[in-house]
């Protein structure tokens, strides 16, 4: 399985995803934001970490990078994209996702362990999970509180597109156990043909006992086969 | 432009001082030189009243690369890998504008390790704040702590440990002091020194702008009313531009193009272009129609003593130039050759093909004064405490008391505000006695923290210092690692006064004693002098930054409890020493009496075999006891893990609080499983360590026989309140 991880001015998550991948047996390769040409990939992974400084809007000006072009287009034939954190913010702003991703609801900066539900495991990313399975996963923003119209969230309800959402270690979700003040307590999301994800929690992060659980690991072998 | 007395004071110097630069010049300066003697011959530049004394301090050691006199100390991690590490002090920018002040401080530590070939892998900080009450206390905690975590989070290096303390003492003067640590290669370091003649001076970074012009010289006055005029001279940071500049640099460190390579921190481009010529005895030339402006018309003397963040100065070997600039051009940073190195030892600076000014290098550097202030030493408190009065009350509400306070409160309020765990690497966040950072990609680690203790240093500078590195110390052993290095910030008020030169000096002393007995040596450090406001001095509060190696991390040792049912022993001896505690303090508001004090023998026995233990796998958690005492380290062992103690009456000292309170040092809190306690024990006997059985951990509740019981549910509840309703 070949991937691609798009690196910006100010990426800071790129090597993080690039040792995830490699230790899940992915063949990676790192693409600068100024390349005109992708490889032949079956993933692409924008990383987080603050992509041209947050200046403007966080994913603003990556959102219209040279490179952003050509994720577009092969997203659209179905290549698999995993926006994560920042990633997910550069999504929502070349509109392969809908949304946005405001503030966070106390305005402070949030890095914890928080506890998110998988919401539907049928897709490519999440199949190796079970439905409502809970996982500890490490979050790290500014502007994590996803939010969107009616419509929208009626359809993210109607065709299982919302990927996971924030809950307590019970899997109660609730207005506490929401970080970040996201509607419905909304932690990732998928496109409608579910070949793209974006999420706000960092699932590598979480490969490595040592640092903290492996909960992120079968997001990657999900993708594997 | 004349100069005149007013101009000279208005510059930061004395009348005697620019005597000096008359006769080293020969003549008298011009407005431009006079601005550049300004900026390298402050307190905060030169060291011209600690630098005397900074000189007994140890530096060196097998495990040491790089001592002090470099932008950051090196040492010595084996196979190859080396860790580079300092501290610094941004105390007077962020008191007058708390966001950019600790932002800029987190950006120019950060600058001082990666310009030595270092990856920054972890960020510490240690942070001091007036009273809660005190009107200003909350927007400059709020502040800081932004600007902090803007940085480190933005640029993407993980802040992994600190402290934040509240006294009146800073009211009207904060200390926030950054310390950043790096990973490098030990055949892969660099230094500032210049060698070559002839060779191209390239600036790259952020362009020029007016802002931090006299910067260096702000931090070395105290403030007075008129300190939010100030305000100008504080520098913005932006970390986005900074972490461009850091893989710029580490990219073009790959191979040999650089010579040197020096920061532009304090007195930007003058300080920087002066140390590396000096370094390397030999004279530098700079075209400053080629610095990179940010605004029009900018005059030499603001480009030379701007000190707008985010730039570097390296020496490139010959023919290197089209490699280096295509570097620097892919990450989109500015790179222009704004001179050259000369054999005639003057700092030479020519702008629209006029000779603007011409200083000899050693005038700027060796030839700065030096002074020999007067001390005066300060004698050893007398003891005075009626522990009578302490029977009229109650433990549990001492306790509850003390862990609900500003200072002993949880403070994820703070550290939830910080990306902890970007890179990946960090396998123990802040919360515990020290952090604990992995090398990327392999299987040992390094443990840092910071620490310091104010009121042990005011009560008796010398028992302080010497306290405070053993502290330091204590908390490396007790996460398993064996402490190589220190780095320190030494935040002191006037030292024009006798008493506060007397405070530093005797401080000094105390640093040196503990660091020589325990091989602990002193790489890099950083002095902040004038911390006051109007004759009102700070408290003497030197911060130590610790960096300690674990060789094989496999089970990383923290503080929480993991068991029920196991043995909990103290290892070193309770006298039941109160003066100075967190009890005294916290409870009936008394800072009268002597610290506890260090026997230095003691220290280096007890740790040495608790880190043996550790390392033979025997134990499950340990803690230091440290401010607050026992009770209050049981309590932080109960709260992370939600188990309980179960802890005995003592059956010698006469009264509980002395035991419970009392802030003996070199002392250990080991939670061993019963099937491991005849080893602990033999390991304990066999080396003469004192130690006591004192309990046994529980579920659920944390009880001292016949005294007290709490469930560990409000403990929590109880040490999670304030910062939530602050």
């Known amino acids: 399985m070949n991937s691609t991880v798009i690196v910006f001015p100010g990426s800071n998550c790129d090597r993080d995803i690039a040792v995830a991948l490699e230790k899940m047996q992915f063949k990676n390769k790192m693409i600068w934001h100024k390349e005109t040409k992708l490889p032949k ?55 392969l996702l809908k949304g946005v991703l405001l503030r966070n609801k106390n305005l402070k900066f949030i890095n914890k362990d928080v506890n998110i539900k998988v919401i539907d495991n049928n897709n490519k990313f999440l199949k190796k999970y079970k439905n409502n399975q809970i996982l500890k996963i490490n979050i790290a923003h500014n502007e994590g509180n996803f939010f969107t119209n009616k419509d929208h969230l009626k359809e993210l309800n109607e065709k299982k597109l919302i990927a996971f959402k924030y809950c307590d270690e019970n899997g109660e979700i609730n207005e506490d156990s929401n970080p970040n003040g996201s509607i419905d307590n909304i932690a990732g999301i998928f496109n409608s043909k579910k070949n793209i994800l974006g999420m706000m929690p960092h699932p590598e992060r979480m490969i490595d006992n040592l640092v903290s659980n492996t909960d992120g690991t079968n997001l990657f072998s999900s993708l594997l086969n | 432009m004349e100069i005149n007395e007013k101009l000279v004071k208005k510059h930061g110097l004395s009348l005697e001082e620019y005597s000096s630069i008359k006769r080293l010049l020969g003549r008298d300066p011009n407005f431009l030189e006079l601005g550049i003697f300004s900026a390298m011959w402050n307190e905060h530049c030169s060291y011209k009243s600690s630098r005397k004394h900074l000189k007994i301090l140890p530096t060196k050691g097998k495990q040491v690369i790089q001592g002090p006199g470099e932008n950051a100390g090196v040492i010595d991690i084996g196979d190859n890998d080396a860790i580079i590490f300092k501290i610094e002090s941004h105390n007077h ?104 003649i002839n060779k191209s001076v390239v600036y790259v970074g952020s362009k020029t702008g007016r802002d931090g012009i006299h910067g260096a010289s702000m931090a070395s006055a105290e403030f007075d009313e008129n300190s939010e005029d100030k305000k100008p001279t504080v520098q913005v940071g932006d970390p986005f531009t900074e972490k461009l500049l850091m893989e710029a640099c580490l990219e073009l460190m790959k191979d040999n193009s650089v010579i040197s390579i020096q920061d532009m921190g304090a007195a930007g481009l003058t300080s920087s272009s002066v140390e590396m010529a000096s370094k390397g005895e030999l004279g530098i030339e700079l075209n400053l129609d080629k610095v990179p402006c940010r605004e029009d018309n900018m005059s030499p003397y603001e480009m030379m003593l701007s000190e707008s963040q985010e730039r570097m100065l390296i020496i490139l070997e010959d023919g290197k130039e089209n490699h280096a600039r295509k570097i620097f051009e892919k990450w989109d940073i500015d790179f222009v050759i704004i001179g050259k190195t000369t054999k005639d030892n003057n700092l030479l600076l020519r702008y629209k093909n006029e000779i603007v000014g011409k200083i000899p290098i050693e005038a700027l550097a060796s030839k700065a004064p030096i002074y020999d202030r007067k001390w005066t030493k300060k004698k050893l408190p007398k003891k005075k405490i009626n522990s009578k009065k302490l029977n009229k009350l109650n433990l549990k509400d001492a306790m509850i008391k003390i862990l609900s306070s500003p200072n002993h409160s949880n403070k994820s309020w703070i550290t939830d505000q910080y990306d902890q765990m970007v890179m990946c690497d960090t396998i123990q966040k802040s919360g515990s006695n020290a952090a604990i950072i992995r090398v990327h990609g392999k299987e040992k680690a390094i443990a840092v923290s910071v620490d310091s203790s104010a009121n042990y240093c005011k009560a008796h500078p010398l028992t302080g210092g010497k306290q405070i590195v053993c502290e330091n110390w204590r908390n490396l052993i007790s996460v398993g690692s064996k402490p190589l290095a220190i780095t320190n910030c030494l935040n002191f008020g006037n030292p024009e006064n006798p008493e506060i030169m007397g405070e530093f000096a005797e401080c000094l002393i105390g640093i040196k004693e503990s660091c020589e007995f325990l091989n602990y040596p002193v790489v890099s450090g950083n002095v902040s002098f004038y911390n006051g406001t109007n004759n009102k001095n700070i408290w003497p509060t030197p911060v130590i930054g610790g960096v300690g190696l674990i060789d094989k991390l496999t089970k990383p040792m923290n503080h929480l409890f993991k068991k029920d049912n196991s043995t909990i022993i103290i290892v070193g001896k309770t006298f039941g020493h109160l003066e100075q505690s967190v009890f005294l303090e916290e409870i009936y508001s008394d800072l009268d009496g002597q610290p506890p004090e260090i026997n230095l023998n003691n220290e280096k026995n007890n740790g040495e075999i608790v880190l043996d233990i550790i390392k033979n796998n025997l134990v499950y958690a340990v803690h230091d006891i440290s401010q607050g005492g026992l009770l209050v380290a049981l309590a932080e062992m109960c709260i992370g893990s939600k188990l309980g103690a179960n802890i005995r009456k003592p059956k010698k000292l006469g009264n509980i609080f002395e035991y419970f309170f009392g802030e003996d040092q070199s002392r250990y809190i080991l939670e061993v499983d019963k099937k491991n306690l005849t080893k602990v024990e033999k390991l304990l006997e066999n080396n003469n360590i004192f130690y006591e059985d004192i309990g046994y951990t529980q579920r659920e509740k944390l009880e001292i026989e016949k005294e007290m019981t709490v469930d560990i549910k409000d403990l929590c509840e109880i040490n999670n309140q304030w910062y939530k309703n602050y």
């Open chain 2, 93 to 196: 920018p962020s008191y007058i504008e708390p966001y950019q002040g600790a932002a800029t401080g987190v950006g120019g530590i950060l600058r001082d390790v990666f310009t030595m070939g270092a990856r920054p892998i972890a960020l510490l900080n240690s942070i001091h704040f007036g009273s809660p009450k005190h009107f200003k206390t909350k927007s400059l905690l709020n502040g800081v702590v932004s600007g902090i975590g803007g940085y480190g989070n933005c640029i993407g290096i993980p802040t992994v440990a600190g402290e934040t303390k509240f006294n009146s003492t800073y009211n009207e003067n904060i200390l926030v002091n950054a310390m950043a640590v790096g990973h490098a290669k030990k055949d892969k370091i660099f230094y500032s020194k210049a060698k070559g």
């Open chain 1, 41 to 95: 990939s079956d993933l692409i992974v924008i990383p987080g970490g603050f992509s041209y400084g947050d200046y403007l809007r966080s994913g603003a000006i990556a959102g219209k990078s040279l490179i952003i072009n050509e994720v577009i287009k092969v997203a659209n034939q179905g290549c698999l994209v995993l926006g994560i954190c920042n990633g997910f913010q550069i999504l929502t702003e070349t509109g």
